[in-house]
């Protein structure tokens, strides 16, 4: 069944967007969400951008409105401390806790091309915005990271 | 252009998403900017321990996926075009009950039976398509092509003075029932559905 098999080939992708923009426990639920509110979209899709692009954008707005939620909740414990995110278990790699460090639009810009393999062209359409904002994200996240490294190799060599 | 300038030109590079004019503009800078050199060798180191370090198995949801399609998620509420159309239907039934009723006391031709017979098929027709509003595409032509016909049909039989147009009204009713299934038909999430890309 044709349905099956694109959500069998697409999910990947979906699934590794949700696990870096909002983390691995919550990648399951989230790319549900993706896809049903895909599937509820379908019919006004007219074809103006690629399926996958389409979709990853729908991915992008799950993940927001996730992260969203997140602040709220903890903006309503104001006074307390805000608690630590959860380092534990749930899967975090030092490849989670780098990314949390980037801003969230540099981050959208540097999941979707680094490790989602997208072009610059469709990660621009995924997020909305130029080719030449994409471009300057990801180059900024490189920075950010690089500086993120270098400052915890610096802390590693005075400790 | 300074160096940030240029970083921007670098990181375009390492994703092969920089113009061959910038490819020469970077190397030539390169050439005498070690700080930018060093930027370029620390990115690359970056994000290829970034990808190394991410190998995630990633779950296959499609069944459990799949199902959430067909699970409503707000209880049916209630659908003015469905009611009316479904009401429609049991108007038909109702007519058609009328007819049958004729036709055992005797009082009505065997055109009048088969009249009835059609009736109770379009009433039902109209209630399953309340029902089902996907699966109504046919029955929308149907039940066109028969507004268009008898209101024609009634349009000559009045003009001829062979019928009064106060009876003939009901088709008025028959055509409007015809735009309402077409509605509902071609309202979107009616659809069944279809994937937006081919094969």
């Known amino acids: 069944m044709a349905l099956a098999s694109w959500i069998r080939r697409s999910q990947a992708d979906v699934w590794r967007l949700c696990a870096h923009l909002v983390d691995t426990a919550a990648a399951d639920d989230l790319t549900q969400e993706v896809y049903l509110r895909a599937h509820t979209a379908m019919d006004r899709f007219r074809g103006e951008s690629s399926v996958r692009t389409w979709l990853l954008a729908i991915a992008r707005n799950v993940c927001a409105d996730a992260v969203r939620r997140r602040q709220r909740g903890r903006r309503f414990r104001a006074g307390l401390p805000p608690p630590e995110p959860d380092r534990s278990d749930q899967g975090r790699t030092e490849v989670d806790d780098l990314l949390d460090r980037l801003d969230s639009d540099r981050r959208v810009a540097f999941v979707l091309t680094q490790m989602i393999g997208l072009s610059y062209a469709e990660a621009a359409e995924v997020c909305g915005c130029p080719v030449g904002t994409i471009r300057s994200r990801v180059a900024r996240a490189r920075a950010d990271l690089v500086d993120s490294i270098a400052a915890g190799d610096a802390g590693e060599m005075t400790s | ?199």
């Not at chain 2, 479904?86 to 049958?100: D, N």
């Not at chain 2, 039902?124 to 209101?151: D, E, H, N």
């Not at chain 2, 019928?163 to 088709?171: F, G, N, Q």
């Open chain 2, 1 to 199: 252009m300074d160096c940030q300038d240029f970083r921007v030109l670098i990181s375009a590079g390492l994703d092969g998403e920089a113009t061959p004019l910038e490819e020469a503009a970077v190397a030539e800078h390169l050439a005498t900017c070690a700080e930018c050199r060093r930027f370029e060798d620390e990115s690359r180191a970056v994000v290829t321990a970034m990808r190394v370090g991410e190998a995630p198995v990633v779950p296959d949801q499609t069944a459990a996926i799949l199902q959430s399609f067909d699970r409503p998620e707000v209880p049916l509420r209630v659908d003015i075009l469905r009611v009316l159309v479904g009401t429609m239907g049991l108007m038909r039934i109702v007519t058609a009950l009328g007819l049958f009723a004729d036709a055992f006391a005797g009082v009505s031709t065997h055109a009048g039976t088969e009249l009835a017979a059609m009736e109770v098929a379009i009433g039902i027709g109209l209630i399953f398509a309340a029902a089902r509003p996907a699966r109504s595409g046919a029955l929308v032509v149907v039940l066109t092509v028969l507004a268009l016909a008898t209101v024609l049909g009634a349009v000559a039989d009045v003009t001829a003075g062979r019928v009064d147009w106060a009876d003939e009204l009901i088709h008025v009713v028959d055509a409007a029932g015809a735009v309402l299934l077409w509605r509902l038909s071609t309202r979107p999430g009616s659809g069944s559905r279809r994937l937006p890309i081919t094969a």
